[in-house]
């Protein structure tokens, strides 16, 4: 049996990001997680829509007193770069869309992780930050002191062996903000990263897509019409089969580890040159003798994971 996780979600919701939303939202319906918080961040598209985006997912859920986070509105040091041609100009393009009831928590999201996380018994929270890194960097940078409160940094973001999806080198999330995921990658919080290698493996096929249509719900049809409208770029610009589940595999892999498999390895993120801005460097090989501080997870039963997200969509109105 899986032990109960308690899990915060740091999100720019994004199609994926709804897939991943709603689906701990039906985790914690079936009782698998203790689902705390999402805090929010710029990224696919500005922090305004994300942070609307996200309330309005929880609307959806039922979960409309569900606390929500908004952070940083930019990265680190880099300016935004978003990406409403994947997502839509709203970034939940697929959907109608409303005025959200969940309200937003009138704390920012940074100090809401620091004061959170310090209050946590030891090794006690996940995190899954499924967005650019800025409010994790932030919040471990200003208070180091809480990484003694993770119990795992589940994050989505990254490419090695699988070519990068904003520019050849790079992965959108690390993209963004590379300065960010460099500071959490190299803060010795555990971590786990569910890179392009492993995302581009676990997509939303027709029959797939079909399971959520014809759930008896109305978020089952919701999503599907969501990822179907996702699911075009990635078709045509990658030749994969549909639309990949980029933020639900870091939420699964949080809660069904057993699904994924990778290796532990030191990894780093180039910060400086604007050729490979955002690109990862993997030590597969462990050739700079170099300690581990990640495990880079590369394979996936796909079958088995889509499983668990139309078990936990079924959970929800
Ligand atoms: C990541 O970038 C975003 O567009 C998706 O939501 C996902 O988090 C994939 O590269
Ligand atoms: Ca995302």
């Known amino acids: 049996m899986n032990e109960k996780i308690r899990l915060i979600i740091d999100t720019d919701p994004g199609q994926d990001d709804a897939a991943a ?49 908004a952070g940083a509105g930019k990265p680190l040091l880099r300016p935004l770069v978003t990406a409403e041609e994947v997502h839509g100009k709203t970034g939940l393009d697929g959907a109608e869309l409303h005025d959200p009831q969940c309200p937003l928590q009138p704390v920012h999201a940074v100090p809401y992780l620091i004061d959170t996380l310090r209050k946590a018994e030891e090794a006690s929270i996940t995190l899954c930050p499924i967005g650019p890194l800025t409010n994790i960097a932030q919040a471990i940078s200003l208070a180091p002191d809480i990484v003694r409160g993770i119990k795992n940094i589940v994050l989505m973001g990254g490419n090695y062996f699988e070519a990068g999806n904003v520019t050849p080198a790079a992965e959108f999330n690390f993209y963004v903000d590379p300065h960010a995921a460099q500071i959490v990658l190299q803060s010795g919080a555990p971590i786990t990263v569910l890179p392009l290698d492993v995302t581009h493996k676990a997509c939303i096929t027709t029959p797939r897509m079909d399971v959520l249509r014809k759930q008896n719900n109305t978020n089952g049809k919701r999503l599907a019409n969501i990822l179907q409208s996702y699911e075009r770029f990635d078709t045509q610009k990658f030749g994969l089969e549909g639309g990949p589940l980029h933020d639900p595999c870091a939420i699964a892999c949080a809660v069904f580890p057993e699904l994924f498999s990778g290796k532990s390895c030191r990894v780093d993120v180039e910060t400086q040159s604007e050729l490979t801005m955002g690109a990862c460097v993997v030590d597969w090989w462990g050739s700079t003798g170099k300690p581990a501080n990640a495990y880079w997870v590369t394979d996936v039963d796909a079958d088995a994971m889509f499983r668990e997200l139309a078990d936990s969509i079924r959970e929800l109105p």
């Open 21 to 69: 939303i709603l689906m701990a939202h039906g985790l914690a319906k079936r009782g698998l997680i203790d689902f705390m918080a999402l805090t929010v961040v710029a990224g696919n598209v500005s922090l305004h829509h994300t942070a609307t985006n996200a309330r309005i997912i929880c609307d959806w859920a039922g979960e409309t007193g569900f606390p929500v986070y």
